[in-house]
C-alpha cells in the first residue's frame, strides 16, 4: 500500500509545486508598462529635446504626438507630463496623499532659498507654512483686504498717469505691494523702488537656479558652487546667490522696521515662518510621487517627477478655439452670464495648489478695473501717427511674462 502512497504523494506534492509555478507565471500581471513619449538619447534620455527657452512648446508637441500622458528620462530620472485636466484630477487632486512631494533641491541648499514654501518637501515643516497661509489667504479673509487693493490700485493709476513709461516697475511695485500688505499686515511707502529691484532679482536667481539643467549640473559637479562669477561656469556660484537672497531678505525687513517697528500684524514667533511666503508667486512646479502607481495601465514608478502642463491644458484649442488670440468673451454664455470655467489649472493641483489663488484673483481684477476705468491703453504711435505694429513675445520659464512691449498709456477724458 505504501509503494502506491509514496509514488502517489510525490505526483500530488509535484502537481501542487507545478500547479502553485503555473498560477505564478499564468496570473503574474503584465511588465507595467510606462506610458508612451520620445526615446531620446541612450545616455542623457529627452534632457535636451526640452527648449530650455520655452519648455512648453516641447510639452505641447510631445502632446500631440503621444497624448495625454507622456514620459520622458530627464537627466536621468522619469518624467511624466500630465496634458489634460482630467489626469492632473485624477492624478495630483485625487491620488494627493501620494503625488503631493517636491524634488530633492537640497543640492542647491546652499544658495539659501530653501525657505521658500514651494520648495518644501511633503513633510510637517510643509504643512505648518501651509496652515498659516491658508489662514491669511482663505477665501472668507480675502475681503479684509480690499481696503489695502484699493489704495493700491489707486497707486497704480497714479503712477501710470506720471510716468507711464516705468509701466512695468509699477505693475510690480503693485504686487509686491498687496503681498507686502497681507502677509506683513505693512505697507511699504518708501522706497519701493528697491524694494521691486530686489524681489525681481531674487525671483529671477531663484527660478534659474531651481531649474532641471541647473539643479542637474550642480548635482553632478558640486564644484561649479565654488567658480568664481567672472569664470566660465559662474553662474552657478552660491556664494552670489545666497548674497541676492540676503539682500532680498534684508531689504524687506529693514523696509518694514522703517516702516513701523511696534505696529506688525502678526506676532514675532510666526513671522519667520510666514515672511518666507512673500517671495513664491510663480508657477508650473513639478509634483513628485512617494510611492510606486498604477494608472489606466500605466506604470508610475516611486520618485517621477510630475509636470501638470497648465500652459498647455489653457491652449487647448478644442476647449478654447484660437487660443492666442485676447477674446474674453470666450467665457460669456450667450445670456452674456459668466460660464463656470475659472481656469483652475493655472493655479496647480492638489494640496499644493497655490495658496495665494484668491488673493492674486481678487487684487488682479482690482487692478483691471481701476485701469480700464481711468486710463486709455492703445498701441504706441511711430513718428508719423502709425500705430507700432509688432509681434509679442515672451520669457518662459517657471512662469510667462510678456517681453517689455511698446505702448501708449493716457489718462481718460
Ligand atoms: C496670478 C498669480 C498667481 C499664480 C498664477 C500662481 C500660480 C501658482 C502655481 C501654478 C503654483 C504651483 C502649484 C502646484 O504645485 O501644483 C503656485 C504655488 C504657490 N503659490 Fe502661487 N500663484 C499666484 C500668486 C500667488 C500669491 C499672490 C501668493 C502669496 C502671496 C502665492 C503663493 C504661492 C505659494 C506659497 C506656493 C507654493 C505652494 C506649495 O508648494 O504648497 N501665489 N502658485
Not at 506610458?35 to 534632457?47: A, E, R, T, V
Not at 523702488?193 to 532641471?212: G, I, K, Q, W
Not at 537672497?245 to 522703517?258: D, H, I, P
Not at 513671522?271 to 513664491?280: I, P
Request: charged share 25%.
Amino acid at each position: 500500500m505504501d509503494s502506491y502512497l509514496i509514488p502517489g504523494s510525490a505526483v500530488l506534492g509535484v502537481s501542487l509545486v507545478l500547479g502553485v509555478c503555473a498560477t505564478r507565471v499564468w496570473s503574474k500581471p503584465t511588465t507595467p508598462h510606462l506610458p508612451p513619449g520620445p526615446k531620446g538619447h541612450f545616455l542623457f534620455g529627452s534632457s535636451f529635446d526640452i527648449n530650455a527657452a520655452d519648455p512648453g512648446s516641447s510639452f505641447a508637441q510631445w502632446g500631440r504626438e503621444y497624448g495625454e500622458l507622456v514620459h520622458v528620462r530627464h537627466f536621468g530620472r522619469d518624467l511624466m507630463i500630465i496634458n489634460s485636466e482630467r489626469i492632473a484630477q485624477d492624478l495630483l487632486e485625487r491620488r494627493s496623499r501620494i503625488y503631493s512631494d517636491r524634488v530633492d533641491y537640497s543640492p542647491i541648499e546652499s544658495y539659501g532659498m530653501l525657505f521658500n514654501s514651494a520648495m518644501i518637501n511633503y513633510n510637517d515643516a510643509w504643512r505648518f507654512h501651509r496652515k498659516m497661509m491658508n489662514q491669511l489667504m482663505r477665501p472668507v479673509a480675502i475681503p479684509n483686504y480690499h481696503g489695502v487693493m484699493v489704495d493700491a490700485a489707486h497707486t497704480l493709476v497714479s503712477k501710470l498717469k506720471d510716468t507711464p513709461e516705468k509701466h512695468w516697475a509699477h505693475i510690480d511695485g503693485y504686487a509686491a505691494r498687496n503681498v507686502m500688505e497681507v502677509i506683513f499686515g505693512r505697507g511699504i511707502e518708501q522706497d519701493q523702488e528697491r524694494l521691486v529691484t530686489t524681489f525681481s532679482e531674487a525671483a529671477t536667481c531663484f527660478m534659474e537656479s531651481t531649474s532641471d539643467v541647473f539643479l542637474a549640473m550642480v548635482k553632478t559637479f558640486p564644484m561649479l558652487k565654488y567658480v568664481p562669477t567672472s569664470f566660465p561656469g559662474g553662474r552657478f556660484n552660491a556664494a552670489e546667490a545666497k548674497e541676492r537672497m540676503n539682500a532680498f531678505k534684508s531689504t524687506v525687513y529693514g523696509l518694514l522696521q522703517e516702516s513701523n517697528e511696534d505696529n506688525l500684524l502678526l506676532q514675532q514667533e510666526n513671522q519667520d515662518e510666514v515672511k518666507n511666503v512673500s517671495a513664491t508667486a510663480f508657477i508650473g512646479v513639478p509634483h513628485c510621487v512617494t510611492e510606486d502607481d498604477h494608472y489606466e495601465g500605466y506604470f508610475i514608478p516611486k520618485g517621477t517627477v510630475l509636470v501638470g502642463n497648465a500652459g498647455g491644458m489653457l491652449r487647448d484649442p478644442v476647449r478654447y478655439p484660437n487660443p492666442e488670440k485676447f477674446s474674453p468673451e470666450r467665457f460669456l454664455n450667450e445670456d452674456g452670464s459668466l460660464t463656470d470655467d475659472d481656469v483652475p489649472a493655472a493655479f496647480g493641483f492638489g494640496r499644493r495648489v497655490c495658496p495665494g489663488r484668491y488673493l492674486a484673483d481678487s487684487s488682479v481684477w482690482m487692478a483691471i478695473v481701476s485701469m480700464l476705468a481711468e486710463l486709455d491703453i492703445k498701441p504706441a504711435k511711430d513718428e508719423e501717427g502709425n500705430a507700432i505694429v509688432f509681434e509679442p513675445e515672451w520669457n518662459h520659464s517657471l512662469s510667462s511674462r510678456p517681453k517689455p512691449f511698446p505702448c501708449s498709456i493716457v489718462p481718460r477724458n
